[in-house]
């Protein structure tokens, strides 16, 4: 009987850590990321899901009537590239994670 109540105990803290685990997840996505290259020249804001959020490119390097166009293309470009890491990532690494979708963070 006492393996009961231990095992009780540790699906309780499972449980808890899961909810915690999710908390510190939304958190992170919600978060924003800048890398900057050559002086701030460049700069890229991504969340915490990966996603770019914004392209700022100075003007001193571009012609100041495409700066908008290339900021987006490079955004868009950017997200395109990391939908593909996410894909072969889970194309690769999804055989070893089916089967554990019960477990917290799969």
Do not use: C
Request: charged share 30%; proline share 2%.
């Amino acid at each position: 009987m006492r393996g009961m109540g231990n095992m009780q105990g540790m699906m309780k803290k499972m449980k808890k850590m899961q909810k915690e685990m999710e908390e510190a997840q939304t958190k992170l996505n919600e978060s924003q990321f800048t890398g900057s290259a050559n002086n701030d020249l460049v700069q890229v804001t991504l969340n915490g899901e990966k996603k770019v959020q914004a392209v700022t490119i100075k003007e001193e390097i571009v012609d100041p009537e495409d700066k908008e166009i290339i900021e987006d293309l490079v955004q868009l470009a950017m997200n395109d590239a990391l939908d593909k890491v996410d894909q072969e990532t889970e194309r690769v690494m999804g055989k070893y994670t089916k089967g554990l979708g019960g477990l917290p963070g799969f």
